[in-house]
């Protein structure tokens, strides 16, 4: 299939699409430009014709473009991805990245500097090996095998750090081998995880590789945890930063296998919202919040029991909202209308359950 | 005879949930209903109030829904909004039934 070259660009500012395609129409290869103005309108199009690259803004009413690019990963491994938007915000950069986006450029940048912008545009264009390397930015080696592991994939990670080579091997989520300087298994692995940094690919799975590692995964990445921090005696602050920023991918990567399009904890009091992967976080839990409320009014007055969770279902995604109390939390999660409606509870519940584990 | 109903103030109160179908207009007053004489019509309006207003409030927070439904421990309420108005089908949940999803 030709997808050389093709590029989908989303953005809800007409003007801005009708900037982009005259910047791009300056690329060396001359790609072929076509925009789309909406979530559900990019996704049909990629589904429609193959694309080498999609450049995706973040900010979107209606489906925002982390739940784009969530869609994207999982329905087009191979496609690139670059998002162009006006947000200056660390932490949307760096979920962006948690994502698999290859890279993430501000529009303010992008016109200061134009022809680096599309340098980098014209490289991705012209990388056309079908089994790239992607890597995963500022995450240890402990994120990257817990990713792979949550994810079930089967892969063998290819890890390198100055002249210095290893291998793990993962398979259908469990890590059942490791090898580093002759040594193998446990062993091996305690060594490459004391490494600090360093690079990894993603080779392709090696099924029949003989097992090894018999210890669970966590179980190891614990151990070898508790012994970096033993040599290391971080300090409190490194702590909490280490713990929350775990906490995070942990979450996102929840999401990601089980295959929600948002997350929203609605806390019992005003306190602070979490949202994942949506921007409209405030504007969901306030619904949430009048939701609860009126069908916890409704069954007061009908004498009809508790209320246990309220479903709602249109054109883009279904919900569920697990309604919480004075006490408790709502748990408000976006599914793709894929998702059947008799596993919907379920699965909310399951991720609810997982959420603070 | 019949002192006892003068004592106790005839029937118990216990309110029967509702059973069947309602089909509601735009300003939620019932058009027409399945469910039984019996049951009180305000209740079976305020069932329409709360719906219409779940399906406004989904609107303004720009998640428009074509169906939603409330699931309490003994009563399935299905909404399906229509373009005046919605209809409603009520479920009661008993014992033999499965669990509702």
């Not at chain 1, 817990?146 to 080579?165: A, H, K, Y």
């Not at chain 1, 580093?180 to 995880?193: M, S, T, W």
Request: proline residues 5%.
């Amino acid at each position: 299939m030709e997808t050389t070259r093709k590029i989908l660009v989303l953005d809800d500012d007409a003007d801005w699409l009708e900037v982009c395609r005259e910047q791009l129409a300056q690329l060396p290869s001359k790609p072929e430009v076509r925009t789309a103005s909406t979530g559900t309108r990019a996704v049909a199009q990629l589904d429609a014709e193959p694309f080498r690259l999609l450049i995706c803004d973040l900010r979107m009413p209606r489906m925002d473009g982390l739940q784009v690019l969530t869609i994207v990963r999982r329905r087009f491994p191979e496609l690139r991805t670059v998002v162009l938007t006006g947000l200056e915000d660390e932490e949307f950069r760096s979920r962006a990245y948690i994502l698999g986006v290859d890279l993430f450029w501000l529009k303010t940048d992008m016109q200061r500097d134009v022809k680096l912008f599309l340098d980098c545009l014209e490289s991705l264009l012209g990388d056309e090996t079908p089994h790239g390397f992607r890597g995963v930015q500022n995450k240890s080696l402990i994120d990257i095998i817990q990713l792979e592991c949550l994810s079930r994939n089967s892969t063998v990670l290819r890890v390198t750090r100055g002249p210095l080579v290893a291998k793990l091997w993962i398979q259908n989520g469990e890590l059942i081998d490791a090898e580093v300087g002759g040594a193998r298994g446990e062993p091996a692995l305690r060594k490459i995880l004391a490494w600090r940094a360093g690079a990894f690919e993603n080779l392709p799975a090696e099924p029949k590789r003989e097992r090894t590692i018999v210890k669970s995964v966590n179980a190891l990445l614990l151990e070898s945890a508790q012994a970096i921090d033993e040599v290391t005696e971080p300090t409190q602050t490194d702590f909490v930063e280490r713990a929350d920023h775990q906490k995070n991918v942990w979450k996102l990567s929840l999401l990601a296998a089980e295959g929600a399009e948002f997350v929203v904890v609605v806390p019992p009091d005003k306190g602070k919202i979490e949202s994942w992967s949506t921007f409209q976080g405030e504007r969901l839990a306030s619904w949430a919040r009048q939701a609860s409320e009126t069908a916890r009014r409704l069954g007061e007055r009908l004498g009809a029991g508790p209320l246990s969770h309220v479903a709602g279902a249109g054109s883009e995604r279904r919900l569920l909202l697990l309604s919480g109390d004075d006490k408790t939390r709502s748990f408000l999660v976006g599914w793709p209308t894929e998702v059947g409606e008799g596993h919907l509870l379920e699965k909310t519940k399951k991720l609810s359950a997982s959420w603070d584990s | 005879m019949g002192f006892l109903k003068k004592l106790f103030g005839g029937r118990a109160a216990v309110q029967q949930l509702p059973s069947g179908t309602v089909t509601i207009n735009q300003r939620g007053e019932v058009v027409s209903a399945t469910v039984s004489s019996a049951y009180p019509e305000p209740l079976l309006r305020e069932i329409g109030r709360a719906v219409l207003q779940l399906f406004q409030e989904a609107r303004e927070a720009q998640m428009p829904l074509a169906e939603v439904s409330l699931h309490y421990g003994s009563l399935r309420v299905t909404a399906r909004e229509l373009r005046g108005g919605a209809i409603i089908f009520l479920f009661p949940q008993t014992a033999l039934m499965p669990a509702p999803n």
